[in-house]
């Protein structure tokens, strides 16, 4: 479930017509398999593992957490009119990958490092720990070196993406990229459960929770792989780190640029700048556009904060038992990927925007049944809805799109949401917190959590507003 929303490319195309032939298969699947590795990330890392630790082992507060997401994506957000003049301009891409990915690897290992070498072993299932004092929490130098280390490595997996997804031109022609792409998604949600599946041991010696491995056998994972004979939470970083790499090599050794811009090509930083800035006004001639573009940033933030809080609240808010939120992340991710294929029906059926108009109800009602649910195993069927419609926005979204804009204009506009995209995940966490640390004090947590979710599910209703005004262009497969 934690895979990204597979986001554009940010360059601007300039060039519709795509290669003749398409890259050779080796090529291609290894340029897919970089979306299994860099979901690894996004799975263990900004989903399952980072929070939880911070907040349930370490007592940090979610602030902390919203401050680490908020800067990653705030740099990104102002990083990407620079990475789409330099994706544009110099057309060499991999280098950029392959040195981004390095740095989010080298930043994911430190995480790891800090947490063993300058915080106290606590958490669950941590070995040869301490007892956890119940007036203690994370502080001073300790905590900021973590949330830097997390904010280095945030920021470089997410400023990977857009010189990843801008070769996509480059792989296939026009008519076949739309299959790759898909095949990049669908690698993404299987790199979602193996990444759970082979970390888990790392964490409390099981297969994904559901299998118990015997000592031996954990004993040689975790002398094998440096920083986890502790175990705990504190124990997966460095091994995800070292899974994001090996199923990184692949396009490290096998990705080209097909195209790259012949010398050291001037970068036309200004422009860059003004593009955005004329996107945003040419979108006034383009009914729908602008109104579209507010519509995603208001889901945007609602969904991204949520999937990031989600494995917090099972354990803070409905009592799961620590480490049965492995097993809760690895199920539910099943159904994403048939719900996706099935939201593509849809689309292709009654449309992109009843689709994603009926993704975003369905959002508002699993949210307040989520607000209400009296048990786990409410939750447990709130959770299978989730995931059942967790990738129909992404499905939807694009398409919706290109019912507004002329295609000519595509690239201008998907960079245009992918920045609204970017300064959601800022927001959202920041409004979570708030409700969660304010909270808390007066009414306990599982009232602060559930309030928390209302303030994402008030995020979605305002959303399905501004798409109901939003042109329905659709004309069926007969137009």
Not at 46 to 59: E, K, V
Not at 222 to 233: E, I, K, M, N, Y
């Amino acid at each position: 479930m934690a895979h990204a929303a597979p986001a554009a490319p940010i360059s601007i195309a300039t060039d519709d017509t795509g290669p003749v032939r398409r890259a050779p298969a080796r090529e291609r699947w290894s340029w897919a398999l970089y979306d299994f590795a860099n979901t690894i990330f996004s799975m263990n890392i900004a989903t399952l593992y980072f929070n939880l630790w911070l907040i349930s082992d370490l007592g940090a507060s979610n602030s902390a957490i919203a401050l680490g997401n908020g800067i990653s994506s705030a740099l990104v957000a102002l990083s990407i009119p620079i990475l789409g003049a330099i994706s544009d301009v110099r057309r060499r891409r991999v280098p950029w990958v392959i040195w981004l990915t390095l740095i989010a690897v080298a930043a994911t290992v430190a995480i790891g490092i800090i947490g063993q070498q300058m915080v106290p072993l606590y958490g669950e299932g941590v070995l040869g720990g301490t007892p956890h004092p119940a007036d203690w929490h994370i502080g001073g130098a300790p905590l900021v070196w973590i949330v830097v280390a997390f904010v280095v490595a945030n920021y470089a997996y997410q400023g990977a993406l857009p010189f990843y997804n801008a070769m996509l031109p480059e792989l296939a022609p026009v008519e076949e990229r739309g299959r790759l792409s898909g095949l990049g998604t669908a690698v993404g949600y299987v790199g979602s459960i193996v990444g759970v599946v082979m970390i888990a041991p790392f964490f409390n010696g099981s297969v994904a929770g559901l299998v118990q491995l015997s000592p031996s056998v954990t004993g040689a994972l975790r002398t094998l792989v440096p920083f986890t004979s502790h175990a705990g939470r504190v124990s997966t970083f460095v091994p995800t780190a070292l899974l994001f790499l090996l199923f990184s090599l692949p396009f490290f050794l096998f990705c080209r640029d097909h195209d790259p811009a012949p010398g050291k090509q001037p970068i036309p930083w200004r422009e860059a700048f003004r593009s955005l800035a004329a996107t945003v006004r040419d979108s006034r001639r383009h009914p729908g556009a602008l109104r579209f573009i507010i519509a995603s940033f208001m889901y945007q933030d609602a969904i991204g904060t949520i999937i990031s809080f989600m494995a917090v609240y099972a354990v803070e808010a409905m009592g799961f038992q620590a480490g049965t939120e492995v097993r809760l992340f690895v199920i539910l991710t099943v159904p994403a990927v048939f719900g996706s294929y099935l939201a593509g029906i849809l689309v292709d059926r009654i449309g992109p925007k009843r689709t994603i108009m009926l993704v975003i109800a369905a959002w508002i009602a699993l949210l307040v049944a989520m607000m209400l649910a009296p048990s786990r195993a409410a939750f447990w069927a709130v959770g299978f809805g989730i995931g059942l419609i967790y990738g129909g926005v992404w499905t939807a979204e694009r398409p919706l799109l290109l019912t507004l804009i002329p295609d000519q204009e595509a690239g201008r506009f998907f960079g245009l949401m992918v920045l609204s995209a970017r300064a959601a995940a800022v927001l959202g966490p920041f409004i979570w917190a708030a409700a969660v640390d304010g909270l808390t004090p007066y009414f306990g947590k599982a009232i602060a959590y559930r309030a928390a979710v209302g303030t994402v599910a008030v995020g979605m209703l305002l959303s399905l507003a501004l798409l109901a005004g939003v042109p329905d262009r659709f004309r069926g497969r007969s137009a």
